[in-house]
């Protein structure tokens, strides 16, 4: 489906350019959105700045990686569904390839000691990483009083409750839509505009005929799998999960991680906390969405549990599975709503729930940074009763000395130098093998 006569991208300049942006698409969402903005509106002026910033408000609606959905937006804009799949696709696959390698190569490292010193380093520097988006995303988000109430509310309902993310954002969201209805000002919500007319044309068979379709593509493979290994196979469960997470991954990539770690390592057992902070690590380090980390999991995952399959093919197969039910949704939400962008912008309640997941996701990022803390600064780390739930604890005589100066170190290195994410890993993995040699 076009939306414009007069095309200015061919298709092959549109792979193109998709193409360059898959391979340099480092700096999490924030700089990859400021990256496309610079070269397809201001550069090549393919779409105007208003377009952009209502389809980039329309992605912040949706489940998943908002600059991943951008991009596939921005294909779909310029040449309809063909545009969409291959600006989406370029987007993800680069990155995608070099976390598969960057797994592989971590199973390997844990028997090389010298590869093991580089992860302890890049684990202790996701700490100082965690932070500063905590500290950015809660800058931007808490705005007024109430949506502070709201991140510390969804911060104990976590950390103490052990409440499911699932619900706690599905509570937010409901939060928000009455907020957004009696209360407006509460979160500070502009008055939106009048609706906007549908769609010409059937909108809704529009939106049921892609969900269908895109739907079965997301299935796809689930059913495969049920049919021949069947529910308790972990690529079934793998599948299950993160089909899950796709469906709940509002606010970015660092919402959804607290969730996906603690599941991961305390429910299903694939990995441990701190290689879930390995694997964070490595993620900062590829280009493409930052949701690849969830590819790590289950490289591992079923790399640990191959049967009937090789281990080296069980997890590679885990991992292509997780990015298909991870990326394969966010093709549905686009080409499913794209066509109602305005109409969906005027939607008070809408824009309501959006702010109060947004405030809520600070919450979540401060219990994952806490989660990660823990996990990394000290060898063991047990739970104390608070009376209502009960909290993560260390044991203060296991704390890590090294980790905790490598982290330290990254923080002065993020805050007081201004150092990007790619050098202050690099140093601090060097910093993590030379430790390793001096203690052999």
Not at 116 to 142: E, N, P, S, T
Not at 170 to 193: C, M, N, R, T, Y
Not at 277 to 304: C, K, N, S, W
Request: aromatic share 10%; hydrophobic share 60%; net charge neutral.
């Amino acid at each position: 489906m076009l939306v414009k006569d007069t095309n200015p991208a061919t298709l092959g300049e549109l792979t193109r350019l998709f193409g360059k942006i898959g391979l340099i698409s480092f700096g999490g969402p924030a700089g990859q959105i400021a990256l496309m903005h610079e070269e397809v509106v201001d550069r090549k002026k393919w779409v105007s700045e208003e377009e952009y910033l209502q389809a980039l408000n329309l992605c912040h609606l949706l489940p998943g990686p908002e600059a991943q959905q951008l991009a596939a937006w921005i294909g779909w804009r310029l040449h309809g569904t063909l545009g969409g799949l291959i600006a989406g696709l370029l987007f993800v696959i680069p990155g995608a390839i070099v976390m598969l390698g960057l797994s592989a190569l971590y199973v390997v490292s844990m028997q090389v000691d010298w590869l093991q010193g580089l992860f302890f380093g890049i684990k202790a520097a996701v700490l100082a990483i965690v932070l500063q988006a905590l500290l950015r995303i809660g800058g931007k988000a808490l705005t007024t009083p109430a949506k502070r109430a709201l991140a510390v509310i969804a911060f104990i309902a976590l950390f103490a409750l052990h409440i499911p993310f699932p619900i706690l954002i599905f509570s937010a969201a409901i939060v928000g839509a009455v907020v957004a209805w009696k209360a407006p000002d509460w979160f500070a919500l502009k008055p939106v505009e009048a609706r906007a007319a549908a769609p010409s044309g059937h909108w809704l068979t529009h939106v049921a005929k892609t969900v269908g379709i895109w739907g079965v593509v997301w299935a796809a493979p689930m059913v495969a799998i049920l049919l021949t290994l069947g529910q308790e196979h972990v690529l079934w469960k793998v599948g299950s999960f993160f089909s899950q997470l796709a469906i709940v991954t509002f606010g970015g990539a660092y919402a959804v991680l607290a969730y996906m770690a603690q599941e991961a390592v305390n429910g299903f057992g694939w990995l441990s906390a701190g290689e879930m902070a390995d694997g964070l690590g490595l993620a900062e380090t590829t280009p493409g969405p930052l949701i690849l980390v969830t590819q790590f999991v289950g490289f591992l995952a079923g790399f640990r549990a191959p049967a009937p399959f090789d281990p080296w093919a069980a997890g590679v197969l885990a991992a292509l599975l997780t990015t298909w039910v991870t990326f394969a949704p966010c093709f549905l939400w686009i080409f499913a709503l794209a066509p109602l962008m305005e109409r969906m912008r005027s939607i008070a309640w809408l824009q309501g729930s959006l702010a109060a997941i947004t405030a809520a996701v600070v919450g979540v990022i401060a219990n994952l940074s806490i989660w990660f803390a823990l996990h990394v600064l000290f060898r063991t780390v047990g739970e104390l009763d608070v009376g209502i739930g009960s909290i993560w604890w260390p044991h203060w005589s296991s704390l890590d000395l090294k980790a905790l100066a490598i982290g330290l170190a990254a923080g002065g290195m993020l805050f007081g130098l201004k150092w990007g994410i790619i050098r202050t890993l690099a140093i601090c993995a060097l910093a993590g093998l030379a430790l390793g040699a001096v203690a052999a």
